[in-house]
């Protein structure tokens, strides 16, 4: 039995939003569409079962799947005009989200025993689940998840919210806008930090208060224990071959995180070592004579402060290095368990009869009884034959258009990385191009000076005035946000520096301009 009854949330940043997804979350499929959508052996859509899906309206209430005489893209493409929303150019390489795509599962017998109550479900392809009906719990359970997404993002900006009970588990897919209000005006608008944070360390804040709200306020109700995201859990709804990708993906993060934090451990013993060194080399010092009493307590004052804090430094990072390993190998052991794409074919158990003589031979004429008897056997067993050469040519079939698809993956795959490639040149071009204006402009005595003690004023703390250059005003139109949550010393002071070439550039670069 299946103790771990968890709820779960998956939530992915959207930049777009097309017609295929949006007819898949409505099913604005065809019988052909969903035979050529299960021929991946992935996919279990279950036509049986698709009269029960169902959405939950603007109003909050149940309503058929599809309802509206809007589609889901058209819908979300009104609400972004009403927000103002204007996205970058459409040859950007980079364009910012206007929309959250929710998936909200759970336990598969649980969310099954919501859906279908004590009703035999059989989860076969192919299966006949006609006899099904829709339980009132799954109703509940869903208007529950609505008017939490309504409490946290509001009414009017829940774009869709379909509940699928046609595949292996049930599941509710929601499109939300994130509304922001703008610091000056005070003006409504799209904007994905309001409610997901402005860096990673804020959107993993937020993503464990959202757990642990949803399970207070909906899956207690229902027996679903606090859960984490739907990748983590058995409710699978990537397909095979693209769960893989994001699960080597995020080993490679998870890796290099390691590999990082590694190093950074390193670095603190190093500088612990150093720092005990100084003190053996002052009492050594006080020792002979070299200095006095009252300057050796504030030296060695100030080397064990620097001590203790590498040391809290150090214990930090190897409890984040104990949490990455543990994470990787987690990660890994999954890849391992996800199996390849490609499934082997079936073992078909056939049932049928053995062929039997159930007369007696004749007297007279027995050759012609035996050839007779022959022939009856035969066309039985070619019968057979012919039944289990048909479900393994469907087999065969399946396996091929998976093979073509993931090809077709691959090819897509390529062509990214190729783009990529480009991309990543231009920008070690505009790099390398940087760095070289950086360097001459170090090559000047001045601008080296300038620079400098803006970078040691920033690194600091303290307010900078930058200068214009032309002698007017002393502010500039660059942003700092100071330090970072969680930046490391080294990383910070790079920034700084490199903020303060950036702002020395622009200096000249108006300067010149005026000339």
């Known amino acids: ?213 949803l399970y207070e306020e909906v899956g207690s109700k229902y027996g679903l224990e606090r859960g984490d995201s739907i990748e983590g859990r058995n409710v699978s709804h990537l397909s095979k071959r693209d769960y893989i990708r994001k699960l080597s993906k995020d080993a490679k993060q998870a890796e290099k995180a390691v590999k990082g934090l590694q190093t950074m451990t390193r670095r603190l013993e190093a500088q612990i070592f150093r720092s005990q060194s100084q003190l053996e080399e002052i009492e050594k010092s006080l020792a002979s004579g070299k200095i006095a009493l009252q300057e050796y307590e504030i030296q060695k004052t100030r080397i064990q402060k620097q001590i203790s804090e590498y040391q809290s430094k150090l214990e930090d990072k190897a409890c984040k290095l104990q949490e990455k390993e543990q994470e990787l190998e987690k990660m890994t052991k999954n890849i391992d368990c996800v199996g390849r794409v490609a499934q082997p074919f079936r073992n078909y158990k056939i049932d049928f009869e053995p062929p039997r003589i159930t007369g007696k031979p004749p007297i007279f004429g027995v050759d012609k009884w035996i050839e007779e008897q022959n022939r009856s056997i035969a066309s039985r067993f070619v019968k057979i034959v012919r039944q289990i050469e048909e479900l393994y040519r469907k087999d065969a079939e399946q396996q091929i258009q998976a093979v073509q698809n993931n090809a077709l993956l691959d090819y897509r795959e390529l062509k990214w990385l190729q783009q990529e490639y480009v991309r990543l040149t231009d920008l070690n071009d505009n790099q390398t191009e940087q760095m070289q204006t950086f360097l001459d402009q170090l090559a000047e005595p001045s601008v080296r000076e300038r620079i400098f003690t803006i970078a040691d004023a920033l690194i600091c703390g303290q307010p900078v005035a930058v200068s214009s250059g032309g002698g007017g005003n002393s502010d500039s139109d660059l942003r700092w946000d100071g330090r970072r949550p969680d930046e490391e010393e080294e990383a910070y002071r790079r920034r700084c520096l490199m903020f303060a070439v950036v702002t020395v550039c622009k200096q000249q670069t108006k300067s010149y301009r005026r000339k």
């Open 1 to 213: 039995m299946n103790t771990d009854i968890k709820q779960a949330m998956h939530v992915e940043a959207g930049k777009s939003f097309g017609t295929a997804e949006a007819n898949e979350n409505e099913r604005h499929w065809n019988d052909d569409k969903i035979d050529r959508k299960n021929q991946d052996p992935t996919n279990h859509y279950d036509k049986t079962r698709m009269k029960l899906n169902f959405e939950i309206g603007p109003d909050g209430k149940v309503h058929p799947l599809g309802y509206q005489k809007k589609s889901l893209e058209v819908r979300l493409k009104e609400r972004l005009t009403e927000l103002g929303w204007k996205p970058f150019k459409p040859d950007s390489k980079i364009q910012p989200n206007c929309c959250a795509k929710f998936i909200f599962g759970g336990n598969h017998d649980r969310t099954l025993e919501m859906a279908f109550g004590t009703q035999t479900v059989n989860l076969d392809k192919g299966a006949d689940n006609s006899h099904l009906q829709r339980c009132p719990e799954i109703e509940q359970w869903a208007k529950d998840v609505y008017d939490w997404c309504a409490k946290r993002y509001g009414q009017g900006n829940i774009i869709g919210f379909q509940v699928h009970l046609d595949e292996s588990s049930p599941h509710i897919h929601a499109l939300i806008v994130p509304v922001g209000q703008r610091t000056k005006s005070g003006r409504e608008c799209v904007m994905w930090s309001a409610k997901f944070g402005k860096s990673r360390y804020g959107y993993g804040h937020i993503l464990r208060e959202m757990h642990t709200s």
